[in-house]
């Protein structure tokens, strides 16, 4: 099995193939290849030049914005201070004006000095140094080939690139694990070292040849690794650890920051110095001849690498994988481990990782251990649900910004400017919060995002945002005076309602002011004030929104029928109704909301703290629109009970649809499929968990759609997708089915309703 060609982002380039070091834990020196013997020791001016010609040619053709080169070796600085300056020289010279280069080199650090240091400042290459603990840990593998300790030099290294002149080209620490060493100890000493970034790494072993486990438990890495998490922790997590960083990322939906861990396809290549180009240097430990491919740049392209089987099979993401891993729930978070770690003779890489025990151990222990911190508070509490709706709708209004106010539009960046004047007093920081977090404020920030930049879409978008302002303006009853484009004779002010303040195909500017209970149209080209009172209060010219639901519902819900962002539900809205089409569906509301009440007084009271508009469509049945929570469109949902349950599901499906918004329920970085116990059909795990969310709200008003729910609960509870924030969703479904009547029939269900 082989999936589409990757291109290559990352290419490591060998250019020195021995080292001053004589470390026994060598992948290249002391495991299964040995092909370093053969080797030049140092690349070639003519692979220099190949590479170059290689990268410029991989970075057009696939249109790339960067390539990521590491100077590796052996040790890469013996290649000396000029051999590097015209790799450097190349490398950026083929590049330049084709893609961004990133260079960086990976060096033991014992013959850094300010000449490489000056050198590596001038093109920008950033440092990272091997350093595995304290001197009695580092000391355990790092050392020259008499014995001598390589530590004093390396805290040379270490501290010469902390001085203000280098500290910019600083990549951080590697450290290689040996459980032997006392891992808060390791800790301590690189972090006393203050590194941009430490990276644990486990030693590269396979069945074959398994890693050191002197008291033989099976997870002695992840103790280890645990050990210093909890120590990170401790010190406040100030220091990133890309192992650690990497799990909390996965588990939170997000990719894997690393190689040796998740399901992200391979983006890397390896250049020897003789200019053989290889898989991934790691594979040496597997077998002779494990990372070749044949190919070398000076006949081939890095496409052809791509295709080789060897790349293709790291390129499968869970296919990848064997089926033990494809069955474990951390299969995201772990990946099946370092490809390298799965092989053993008989059967080649087709296994687990070497290290399945401990990788499964360490993220199931980093999960208990950071579920609360990392974990989204919308999940479980709903006001948190609106706050982040509103966070995330300021944030699409602030790429907006970001987006016109960099055409130098007049009129944008008046409305912008108000805007922040209107935020500096408490009342109308609040009255913003209420109209810039509405649903349908949603619905236009993204339909805006979607259009070409002009002039038009700019005078559209400011005119928007000044009639937003407006509104919060008159909310809040500030002293402010605010000009608002209106278009077709009318002004609509979001979560107001709309003024008729000229004929129809007339456009032009207003000014609003608040003024007691009501607002102020200026219209200037006719030198006429239209005073309105009342924003509640239907007047000549004025059509205010209409608040619906008696006591039992929520009385600020309004009967949106006004907003021109209201058509996004998927169905035409209707227009206007008349006052007593919205008696009448004050009536029929109020009826389906006191059911609701009595039965599912829970979601019947959170509905209430979070719902704020309800639109009448033209046809079709009560649902969600594209722009998530408070505001549903209303069918034609037949009686008390149809329409009671129709609300539940709308309401239900833009909450979920809101949590998608604002967190991660699931990787986003693929699905799987899933059978549901009711339809028995295979589905993505989003849509199982989508209807899973559904059938326990509207189960509990109505017991059959509780069918099989129990069974779809625990599908979701081991598939690999699942996240932190889904595994506390899944809990709150749980919690909410504790308290179900499905033990009684829908028959009683109805007696009681009734």
């Not at 990521?68 to 590049?95: D, M, Y």
């Not at 960046?413 to 408490?426: G, K, N, V």
């Not at 049945?621 to 009686?639: C, I, N, S």
Request: aromatic residues 6%; glycine residues 10%.
């Amino acid at each position: 099995m082989t999936g589409p060609l990757v291109p290559f982002r990352e290419v490591v380039l060998k250019v020195h193939s021995r080292c001053d070091l004589a470390c026994d834990h060598c992948y290249i020196y002391e495991h299964a290849d040995q092909s370093w013997r053969t080797r030049p020791k140092s690349i070639s001016d003519e692979a220099i030049s190949w590479t170059a010609r290689r990268l410029a040619e991989h970075a057009s053709e696939h249109a790339l914005d960067s390539m990521s080169v590491i100077l590796h070796g052996g040790e890469p600085l013996l290649a000396g201070p000029a051999r590097l300056r015209r790799v450097c020289e190349e490398l950026t010279s083929a590049l330049t004006g084709i893609a961004e280069l990133d260079l960086r080199i990976h060096t033991n650090g014992v013959q850094l000095s300010p000449r490489y240091l000056d050198l590596f400042d001038e093109f920008d290459v950033k440092v990272g140094i091997s350093l595995d603990g304290d001197r009695a840990a580092n000391d355990r593998h790092r050392v020259f080939a008499n014995g001598r300790s390589s530590h004093p030099l390396v805290l040379g290294a270490v501290e010469l690139l902390r001085q203000d002149r280098y500290r910019h080209l600083d990549l951080g620490l590697l450290c290689t694990i040996d459980i032997r060493n006392d891992p808060v100890a390791v800790f301590d000493a690189l972090a006393e070292l203050d590194p941009p970034q430490i990276d644990f790494l486990l030693p590269h072993a396979t069945w074959d040849e398994p890693p050191l486990r002197p008291d033989g438990s099976p997870t002695a890495y992840a103790d280890w690794l645990l050990a210093a998490f909890d120590r990170w922790t401790e010190q406040g997590q100030k220091l990133p650890v890309r192992l650690f960083s990497s799990v909390m990322s996965t588990l939170s939906g997000g990719p894997s920051l690393t190689e040796s861990l998740g399901l992200a396809p391979t983006d890397l290549v390896v250049i020897e110095t003789d200019g053989q180009l290889e898989q991934v240097d790691s594979l040496k430990s597997a077998y002779e001849g494990a990372a070749a491919t044949g190919f070398d740049v000076f006949s081939h392209s890095f496409d052809d690498v791509a295709a080789h089987p060897g790349v293709q099979a790291r390129q499968l993401g869970l296919a990848g994988v064997s089926e033990t891993c494809r069955a474990c729930p951390v299969v995201r978070s772990c990946g099946g481990g370092l490809y390298t770690h799965r092989y053993r003779t008989s059967n080649g890489f087709d296994n687990p990782s070497v290290y399945c025990s401990d990788l499964a151990t360490l993220v199931r222990a980093i999960e208990e251990r950071t579920a609360a911190s990392i974990g989204s508070p919308a999940v479980t509490e709903p006001t948190a649900l609106v706050e982040a709706g509103q966070e995330l709708n300021r944030t699409l209004l602030a790429a907006l910004h970001d987006r016109f106010g960099a055409l130098g539009h007049a009129g944008w960046d008046e409305a912008w400017e108000l805007a922040a004047r209107t935020e500096r007093t408490e009342r109308g920081a609040a009255a913003l919060d209420q109209v810039i977090g509405h649903p349908y404020a949603r619905t236009w920030l993204l339909g805006v995002q979607r259009m070409p930049d002009d002039r038009a879409q700019a005078d559209r978008a400011a005119g928007r945002l000044a009639a937003s302002v407006a509104a919060a303006v008159v909310r809040a009853g500030l002293e402010l005076t605010v000009p608002v484009r209106f278009e077709d004779g009318r002004l609509f002010l979001p979560t107001l309602g709309e003024a008729r303040i000229g004929d129809p195909g007339e456009q032009g500017t207003v000014v609003v002011r608040a003024a007691g209970e009501g607002f102020l149209v200026h219209k200037e080209d006719r030198g006429g004030t239209r005073r309105i009172v009342g924003t509640d209060t239907e007047g000549p010219g004025w059509f205010p929104l209409r608040r619906v639901g008696g006591d039992d519902g929520p009385r600020f819900v309004v009967l949106d029928d006004l907003d021109p962002y209201r058509d996004c539900f998927g169905t035409p809205v209707a227009s206007r109704l008349t006052p007593q089409e919205a008696d009448a569906w004050g009536v029929r509301l109020d009826s389906a909301w006191r059911l609701l009440r009595r039965t599912v007084p829970e979601q019947a009271a959170e509905a209430a703290r979070t719902m704020v508009a309800l639109t009448p469509l033209a046809s079709g049945t009560t649902r969600a629109g594209e722009h998530g929570y408070g505001a549903l469109g209303l069918g034609v949902d037949g009686g008390d009970e149809e329409l009671a349950l129709a609300l539940l599901r709308g309401f239900r499906e833009a909450k979920f649809m809101a949590l998608v918004g604002v967190t991660d329920l699931f990787a986003a970085d693929g699905e799987w499929e899933h059978k549901t116990p009711w339809s028995h059909e295979s589905v993505p795990f989003s849509r199982l968990l989508s209807e899973t969310f559904q059938r326990v709200g509207t189960g509990l008003f109505e017991p059959r759609f509780l069918d099989g729910v129990q069974q779809a609960l625990d599908t979701l509870e081991s598939a690999p997708e699942l996240t932190v924030d889904g595994t506390r969703l899944l809990a709150g479904l749980r919690k909410e089915l504790a308290g179900s009547p499905c033990a009684s029939s829908g028959e009683e269900q109805l007696q009681e309703r009734s």
